[in-house]
């Protein structure tokens, strides 16, 4: 199946940043909705094993607000939500977000990346996190050189130089 | 530290060159000041910087036993950092395959709509 071929690439950039990129066999329009329609996103961005999303209200407009909360089988919740800055459908959207327990150090700001090839769709998410509001705290931080490697350089540097 | 700011402390001390360079070297073995600060023609105050961070990220420990202080690298925060970036990842790849099988639903559905409505089209342009 092409689909198992489609490769998920986790990767840092700069010192706040994290991008994730997969392609999807299918055209824009289609991978738009599916990320930005509730319906649809109740169904696949469920988070880990037992785990379900019970409530996503999305207000697609910038300036609009969405609201995600998780539930697992135990009953516990996780709640996340956010203001969109811009929507370019179906091009494009930036949003802010913050998670209840706010284990991200303040709010992230995520841009999302639609790109349409041959009917096949390449999604790059840029999550940036702390925003100015937040940056005080987070230079206070241990994470003031930031998370400047990748998933990739971590893994190489694991692999090839501590395995011996 | 709580294990969040340990991981912190783990990205950012990885976060330098020099830092990789230094536990690329302890992984062959112990080392001294002296002997890090050679290959990478730094001073020994400036090797001393970078260990200090290195050893608050848990990376790297130091004998007090002997003269040289031989330093070492410790394995333990560096797991815990690649099972962190694991779990993120499992977490996208779970949801990133459930939205591969949607998306075939989706395309199947649009297919079928556009098989069964033309034909609708055409008898509405007629009427």
Redesign the interface.
């Known amino acids: 199946m092409t689909a198992a071929a489609n490769k998920l690439v986790v990767t840092a950039h700069g010192d706040r940043e994290i991008r994730i990129v997969r392609t999807f066999d299918a055209p824009r329009r289609l991978v738009f909705d599916a990320f930005t329609k509730p319906a649809l996103v109740k169904r696949w961005l469920t988070g880990p094993d037992g785990w379900s999303l019970p409530v996503c209200e999305i207000d697609l407009r910038p300036g609009g607000t969405f609201r995600y909360v998780w539930k697992n089988t135990e009953g516990t919740e996780m709640g996340m939500g956010g203001t969109y800055r811009e929507i370019d459908a179906p091009d494009r959207i930036v949003h802010e977000e913050l998670f209840d327990e706010d284990w991200t150090g303040g709010q992230t700001l995520v841009t999302t990346h639609f790109v349409e090839d041959g009917g096949r769709t390449t999604v790059t998410t840029a999550v940036v996190y702390s925003s100015t509001e937040t940056r005080d705290a987070v230079l206070k931080s241990p994470m003031e050189s930031g998370i400047a490697i990748g998933y990739d350089r971590l893994e190489g540097i694991l692999t090839s130089e501590f395995a011996k | 530290m709580t294990p969040?700011?340990r991981l912190?402390?783990t990205?950012?001390a990885?976060?330098?060159p020099t830092r990789?360079a230094i536990?690329?070297r302890l992984?062959?073995g112990e080392a001294s000041v002296l002997e890090l600060a050679e290959p990478f023609a730094m001073s020994q105050p400036a090797v001393s910087k970078h260990l200090k961070v290195l050893e608050?990220?848990g990376l790297v420990s130091r004998s007090r036993a002997a003269q040289r202080r031989p330093c070492r690298?410790e394995?333990d925060p560096?797991t815990e950092?690649?099972d962190w970036?694991e779990e993120?990842?499992k977490?996208?790849?779970?949801?990133?395959?459930?939205?591969?099988?949607?998306?075939?639903e989706?395309?199947a559905d649009?297919a079928s709509q556009v098989s069964s409505v033309q034909p609708n089209d055409f008898t509405t342009k007629e009427d």
């Open positions: 969040s700011e912190d402390a990205f950012a990885l976060a330098d990789r536990l690329a992984a062959l608050r990220a690298i394995i560096l950092a690649t970036l993120y990842r977490l996208w790849e779970a949801n990133f395959s459930r939205l591969d099988t949607l998306l075939e989706l395309k649009a």
